[in-house]
């Protein structure tokens, strides 16, 4: 059979294994949450105050400095943990000491945690603390009414008031 | 087709070698059957890197094409796709559609070709930089990928953003965890997207440099699929296309979760890993695939014979052999002697696979000459030339009946588990085009089989090229015109194509002209051969 005859055939065959693959481009679908459920994040990035104030360096700490390096003041990096607690209807459900980020230690500390919910109205309470002591400086609280496919975020903006529901 | 014999491995564990003939067994009537509806030189089965290298530039042209409607900025990305794929798919759409497709397909007949490459064996030795250095495009193919599919911002998009800074955020790289820009629509970045945007060129750029240091081990490495099939690839993936244009899924919304999605498994079949497994777990699998692909190589290293050898006073600089040599083992250098040649041949030993297509190649390689100690310009020290017509004449004195066949097999297809009036070669283009000469002209026997590989499966890359090239008197050493035609065959087959290969045999065999009808003749033309050679 002459060359060109059998061009259709090698067409047909390419297209029916590439119409193969691109059917496996978008299907079979993936649920990435089970139906009727939404979703409530709770992500925030947040330092603590440093551990110790600066202070006035001494002349040895000086003299032990190049001179390129020698400032009057000592000022130590290392920022101490943060502690979170999430509440969903009065149950806690994170509750966790977040270390500061960074080799030196000197990041904020970082919250990034969703929580997958049926559809249904929830009480959310989250509370931090970021300086010693036993109490939670920093406490947000909000009733939200979470539908199938919602997803909402709690995050934290210290310069704006506390935690932000969104 | 008969049951297969399976291809000698050398040094290799058990369980890689059921592995490959498994493979082998997937891949072979794949092979045979695209060979005899497309030929073997369209072979698409045989032609998978160089449709790889096809798909790349489809991908390139139609992402610049693209590039030129898309909206790189956040807030109209999905719009400005939604009008490609809308009110202009006769152009642009199709573009997108080609675009997607083909990396898709480039996905594919990337791993095919990785399967195809292990189960021949072609990944050890010499030949474990193209492995080693494919290893990293996988990577890069899919990272290109990944990115293209965050570009759109629909709801796969914003998907693949949220699992993708899931993973990355569990290394402590990112001044802010890279989640946070897909938190809430106040928190997505256009410079984040702009950065995507520099990422989906770039790495597919780097792809490509990898794809070009991926072939350098490799001489006359193909880059491009004959034009034939080049265009049939094409048309099928235009019409592909037209059949089920590429859609975006509904914008992306961070105040929804992505619920439901059509997702591409090719490019992100492990992303629903990721939101089972966990990060880490999935970083391991990632990386431990990819370290044990990358060692393979050496799980267990290939022991093959030793290196293909210069004999300086039977070297003339010719340059046959390094035109010949398939991995770019050999090279001319300034002569060392005192012979009035300015060059000569010189074997790197650790790119030399030992297939001896130089020393088929290599003029002095005739048996016919008289010497005690019979020597050519570049041998192979595990079958020299001599053990070589050594062997011949042996396998003759095998030979029995009216239409006596031998058959000079290469090992790695069908003739190469035949028995009795055999003799094996690494490569069938290691036999000197003389040496038939001189089987025939000698009268060791009445006809001579040359068995390779299948056609477009050469173990060697090249052996039956230049084998059916010498043989038409198109490329140096050419099989002399005196040689009768009819008395010679070449079967090309696999190693489970042995029925065929016997049928096709048998067949010559019985073709070829009775030894007493022959005799006077063949006797003549022998002596005169004698006398004729140097």
Redesign the interface.
């Known amino acids: 059979m002459s ?1 060109a005859l ?2 259709p ?3 047909a ?3 029916l ?3 193969g ?7 079979p ?5 089970p ?1 009727g ?3 409530v ?1 709770l ?1 925030f ?1 947040h330092g603590a105050d440093r551990r110790a104030a600066c202070r006035p360096a001494t002349e040895e700490e000086l003299a032990r400095l190049p001179p390129n390096m020698r400032r009057p003041e000592i000022c130590p990096r290392e920022r101490p943990s943060i502690t979170v607690e999430f509440e969903i209807d009065g149950k806690r459900v994170f509750e966790a000491d977040v270390p500061p ?2 080799i030196a230690s000197d ?1 904020p500390s ?1 919250v ?1 945690r969703s929580f997958e919910l049926p559809a249904g109205s929830y009480e959310l309470v989250v509370r931090m603390r970021d300086r010693p002591g036993d109490d939670f400086n920093w406490q947000g609280a909000k009733t939200v009414d979470l539908r ?4 909402r ?1 709690i ?1 934290f903006r210290a310069d704006g008031g506390g935690f932000v529901f ?1 | 087709m008969t049951a297969a014999r399976p291809v000698e491995r050398r040094n290799d564990r058990a369980a890689l070698r059921f592995a490959k003939a498994g493979l082998r067994r997937l891949y072979d009537p794949l092979e045979r059957g695209a060979e005899r ?3 073997p030189a ?1 072979n ?1 089965v045989a032609q998978l890197g160089t449709i790889t290298f096809f798909l790349f530039w489809v991908v390139a042209v139609s992402g610049v094409y693209l590039f030129i409607f898309f909206d790189t900025g956040v807030v109209n990305a999905y719009s400005s796709v939604e009008w490609i794929s809308g009110p202009h798919w006769y152009h642009a759409g199709v573009m997108r559609s080609l675009h ?2 083909a990396s ?2 480039m996905v ?1 007949t990337m791993v095919l070709h990785l399967l195809r490459e292990f189960s021949l064996d072609r990944y050890r030795g010499t030949r474990w930089f193209s492995w080693f250095t494919g290893v990293p495009l996988i990577w890069f193919l899919y990272v290109s990928g990944i990115t293209g599919y965050w570009l759109v911002w629909d709801e ?1 998009a914003q ?1 693949v953003a949220v699992v993708s800074a899931k993973l990355l ?1 569990v290394f ?1 790289i990112f ?3 890279l ?2 820009n897909f ?2 629509p ?1 928190h997505l970045s256009g410079r984040f997207f702009s950065l995507l945007v520099f990422l989906h060129i770039a790495i597919p750029l780097i792809l490509l440099l990898g794809m070009w240091i991926h072939i350098q081990r490799i001489s006359r490495p193909r880059t491009n699929p004959p034009r034939l099939l080049a265009a ?2 094409l ?3 235009v ?2 296309s037209l ?2 244009p ?1 859609l975006s ?1 509904g914008p992306a919304d ?13 490019y992100l079949p492990l992303y ?1 890993l990721a ?1 089972d497994w966990g990060a880490w777990s999935l970083w391991a699998l990632m990386v431990g695939v990819s370290t044990m692909l990358a060692a393979m190589p050496w799980l267990p290293p290939f022991r093959r014979p030793p290196a293909a050898e210069i004999d300086l006073p039977n070297c003339n600089g010719c340059n046959r052999c390094v035109e010949d040599c398939p991995y770019e083992a050999i090279r001319l250098v300034p002569r060392t002697d005192d012979e009035p040649f300015p060059h000569q041949a010189e074997v790197d030993p650790d790119l030399c696979v030992s297939c001896g297509i130089c020393m088929g190649s290599c003029p002095s390689s005739t048996p016919f000459r008289r010497q005690q100690d019979l020597k050519t310009g570049i041998d192979l020290p595990g079958q020299p030339l001599s053990e070589v017509r050594d062997s011949v004449v042996a396998a003759s004195a095998g030979l029995s009946g009216e239409r006596r066949v031998m058959v000079l097999a290469c090992e790695h297809g069908a003739g190469g588990g035949d028995l009795g009036g055999v003799v094996a070669f690494p490569c069938v283009a290691m036999v000197p085009p003389s040496l038939i000469d001189f089987i025939l002209s000698k009268d060791l026997a009445d006809g001579v089989v040359v068995a390779g590989c299948s056609e477009s499966t050469c173990y060697n890359r090249l052996g039956v090229e230049w084998t059916k090239q010498r043989f038409a008197g198109e490329r140096d050493p050419y099989l002399r015109k005196r040689v009768p035609r009819e008395r010679l065959a070449t079967i090309w087959a696999s190693p489970f194509e042995t029925g065929r290969y016997e049928a096709e045999k048998a067949a010559f065999a019985a073709g070829l002209p009775a030894q007493a009808a022959r005799k006077p003749a063949a006797a003549q033309g022998g002596d005169k051969a004698m006398e004729a050679q140097p």
């Open positions: 060359d059998w061009m055939a090698r067409f065959v390419l297209a294994f590439f119409a693959v691109v059917s496996l481009s978008d299907w679908r993936h649920r990435s949450v139906e459920v939404g979703v994040t992500s990035s980020s960074g990041g970082r990034n199938a496919a919602d997803h975020v995050d969104h | 509806l497309f030929s369209l698409p997607r497709y898709d397909l594919v796969l998907y955020d402590p001044g802010e965890p989640a946070r938190l809430t106040a049939l690839v048309a099928a993936l019409a592909v059949w089920k590429a899924q961070l105040t929804k979760v992505p619920d439901e999605i059509g997702i591409d498994w090719f629903p939101e």
